[in-house]
Every structure is written in structure tokens, then in C-alpha cells.
């Protein structure tokens, strides 16, 4: 039960129905609002015994994280759509908003992780291996990329370059669907014995919500046992993220773009839309992860901000499959995109998806998580990327059975002997 008694009410009433975010937060929404109401709003907060954590101004838009004993308030204005909304949330744990450097020991790395696609043409994972040893990692892979939770585990303990326990500093999830959530399932039931885990950052939405009779029902039963596990785990801390925060992991720099709660009242019949959407920064460096954002997501991000989704390395949205808008793309500019997805989807859906064309034709250069692991120096300059050997190739028998998908024998030779000739095996 979200506590409210404390925090103080706003000048006039909210247009409507309090918005259940999950985890017993609320949010509050005022339209037609603007900056000066907010500012008073502040005043009311500061007059109430609130302390201010962190604030931000971002292009045409100010967000205030407050707090008081276990209440933190987050309080908002845009003025793309003239709205103050007011989150109320004694869940969360704040993330530090000040860099933590300890001793460099290694490069910071970002990779573009190759799940196991198999059977599976979703699925993503990225790990940023910090200057001090940690990781921080971005959503796992789906239930049919069966092992990945060990290949995970594997691969970190590779790139670790030491004996003591794997430290994850950091683990973000876009949003709580199976091809994103699942292998990190598996990772906590099996993998967990030399390995320590800090926080997990998230947002997912609320049992119950109002789209939900849209969603599957198979999916839904994941995110509940998601929710079951991670209380078996009450050493690694949960932050629930809400736009305009803006926190550090290690010497990493984060920026929450939006999140579901900026979507509402619109429809999320689209679970994707749902996605938390982060900016990561490191020494100048900007990448973006979209997560799954789909048309409403994006629509958020672009009429808010400008240069703020500026980045060098862009995340693709949804895998390549229809996801954020092409408006969102040419506003960031990326000159490197990363599709975790296969290059069989990739190339039978660039005839049809506009996005993808102009994606690539933005960027010098992009990377197909199905082509191998690829490992991005940080910060970031452009050929200096270092790309793995491909570990998987598709079981087309096995795709057809669970998808229906059939391909001449033709192209399934060529794919076969791609990789083998990739591996100097042919």
C-alpha cells in the first residue's frame, strides 16, 4: 500500500484516475499545467520537509526526485505536452547520482552479446565491462536460446581477467517480456554460486493494468514468477526508474528517456511500448537503448527532446522488427547501429520496414547479433570494434516445427556453408 498521507497535494485535481506504475507506486497527473505550477509545487514539497535528491533540466523539461524517510516523490513537467505528473513511491531504492571510480584495471567495454538464436530470431543482451572488473548488463535472452544462461555466465567469467566472484554492478531490464527476462531467470536459479549481483534497475508495469487483456497470457505467468524469484533475492536491490533520472553505475552515466508511466492514458495494447528507454554516457560517449519502444514510446521521446537522444551507438529498437519510428533514428543520428537480431529476419524485413533502410543508411556501420559477439571499446572510436566468431547457427528443422518458417534447401546450404566458411571450416 503506497503511502500518500505525508506528501503534499497539488493545487487542484488530477484529470485522472491515479495510474498504478507497479510495485505500489502511483502517479498523479495534472494537463494544461506549467512550469510556474510546478515550481510552486516544489515550494509545497520543501515546506513539507522534503529533501531535494537530484534535478534535472532537459531541453524544455524539469524533473525533481524528493524524498522523505522511505517516500520519494517524483515530480515533472514537459512542456511538449504542458503535463505535471507526480509519482509517489515508497519501493524504490535511490540510485547514486555521483560517479564512483575505483581502480582501472581493464578498458571499458560495451558488447553487443550474441544469444543464442537457434530457434529464436529476439532476444538481446548487452554487458558493458566496467574500468574496475564489474559488469553492467542489459536484459538476457529468451527461453528458447535454452542455454544462455550458462554462455552468459561463461563469457564474463572470460572477459572477468580475474579469480574472484563475478561482480555485476548493475542489471537493467528494458521491459518484461520472455525474450528479455528469461535466461536472467535461469542465470539467478543456476549461475549465481561465484557470482554477486548489486542492483537491478527496472520499471514493469503493474499486474491488473488496463491493456493487459491485450497481452498474452503466457507471458504474463513469466513476469510473475520474474516478480516470485526476485524475492528470493532480497540482497540484490531494486530501483524502479522513472523519467528524468539520472544515476551512475560505476564511472557509467544513465539518463532515463521514458518509461510506460509516460504513456498513460494512451493505449499500451502494444506490450513493447511498456519499455523503459535509457541513454548510457561514458567520456562522451552516448548510446541508446530503446529496449522494445514501439510507436507510442517513441512518439514520447521525440516531442520531448531534441539533443537529448543524440548518441554515437544506437540500440535498435524491437530487434529490427517494427519498433521506434524513423523520426526517432534521424533524431539521434547514430553513425553506429546494433541489431540484436538475425541476419535471416534482418534482411527478409528491410524491403517492408522504412526504418531499418534509414537506419542504416544513417550509420557507417552496423553489427548483427547473429554474426558474433561484438565488442565496442569505450570511449567509443570508430574501427576499433572487435567482432567474435559466430557460436550459433539456425536449426531450420527446429524452426520450422516451433514457427512455421520454411526456407528453400538452396538458402539453407548457403547459410550453412556462411558459417562454416566463417569458421574456416570450409
Not at 183 to 201: A, P, Q, R, T, W
Not at 290 to 302: E, L
Not at 309 to 334: N, P
Request: glycine content about 6%; proline content about 3%; hydrophobic content about 35%.
Amino acid at each position: 500500500m503506497n503511502n500518500t498521507k505525508s506528501v503534499p497535494a497539488f493545487f487542484r485535481k488530477a484529470d485522472l484516475p491515479d495510474y498504478d506504475c507497479g510495485d505500489g507506486v502511483i502517479m498523479k497527473i495534472y494537463r494544461s499545467s506549467s512550469m510556474e505550477e510546478l515550481d510552486l509545487y516544489v515550494d509545497e514539497l520543501l515546506s513539507a520537509g522534503f529533501s531535494l535528491y537530484d534535478k534535472q533540466i532537459r531541453e524544455n523539461n524539469r524533473f525533481y526526485v524528493f524524498f522523505s524517510g522511505d517516500t520519494k516523490v517524483f515530480a515533472s513537467f514537459c512542456e511538449c505536452d504542458n503535463t505535471v505528473r507526480i509519482i509517489i513511491d515508497n519501493y524504490t531504492v535511490l540510485p547514486s547520482k555521483n560517479p564512483e571510480y575505483a581502480a582501472k584495471i581493464t578498458d571499458t567495454v560495451l558488447y553487443q552479446f550474441e544469444t543464442d538464436h537457434s530457434l529464436i530470431d529476439c532476444g538481446m543482451c548487452y554487458i558493458v565491462k566496467c574500468s574496475d572488473g564489474s559488469f553492467f548488463i542489459i536484459d538476457s535472452a529468451h527461453m528458447y536460446s535454452v542455454n544462455d544462461n550458462d554462455r552468459i555466465h561463461d563469457f564474463l567469467r572470460s572477459i572477468n581477467g580475474a579469480e574472484e566472484k563475478i561482480h555485476i554492478a548493475g542489471w537493467f531490464f528494458s521491459h518484461g517480456h520472455t525474450d528479455h527476462i528469461c535466461k536472467f531467470m535461469d542465470f539467478l536459479k543456476y549461475n549465481m554460486s561465484d557470482c554477486v549481483i548489486d542492483g537491478i534497475y527496472y520499471n514493469f508495469v503493474a499486474p491488473g493494468h488496463k491493456d493487459e487483456g491485450e497481452w498474452e497470457e503466457s507471458e504474463r505467468a513469466v513476469r510473475i514468477n520474474f516478480a516470485s524469484l526476485l524475492k528470493e533475492h532480497p540482497e540484490i536491490k531494486k530501483y524502479k526508474l522513472h523519467s528524468g533520472q539520472h544515476f551512475y553505475i560505476n564511472e557509467l552515466e544513465f539518463y532515463v528517456l521514458a518509461t510506460h508511466e509516460d504513456v498513460y492514458p494512451n493505449s499500451m495494447s502494444n506490450f513493447n511500448d511498456t519499455s523503459t528507454a535509457l541513454m548510457m554516457t561514458y567520456e562522451g560517449t552516448r548510446v541508446s537503448f530503446p529496449g522494445d519502444g514501439g510507436r507510442m514510446i517513441s512518439d514520447v521521446m521525440t516531442s520531448r527532446y531534441s539533443d537529448e537522444l543524440k548518441c554515437d551507438i544506437m540500440q535498435v529498437s524491437h530487434h529490427g522488427h517494427m519498433g521506434c519510428r524513423t523520426e526517432f533514428y534521424e533524431k539521434s543520428g547514430a553513425k553506429t547501429a546494433l541489431f540484436p537480431n538475425t541476419r535471416i529476419k534482418l534482411d527478409e524485413e528491410n524491403e517492408k520496414l522504412e526504418e531499418n533502410r534509414r537506419i542504416i543508411e544513417l550509420a557507417d556501420r552496423y553489427y548483427v547479433s547473429s554474426e558474433g559477439t561484438v565488442g565496442l571499446p569505450l570511449p567509443y572510436k570508430a574501427g576499433s570494434e572487435i567482432v567474435y566468431p559466430d557460436e550459433t547457427t539456425e536449426n531450420f528443422d527446429g524452426i520450422y516445427a516451433l514457427w512455421g518458417y520454411e526456407y528453400t534447401d538452396d538458402f539453407k546450404e548457403k547459410v550453412r556453408n556462411d558459417f562454416l566458411k566463417r569458421h574456416n571450416l570450409k
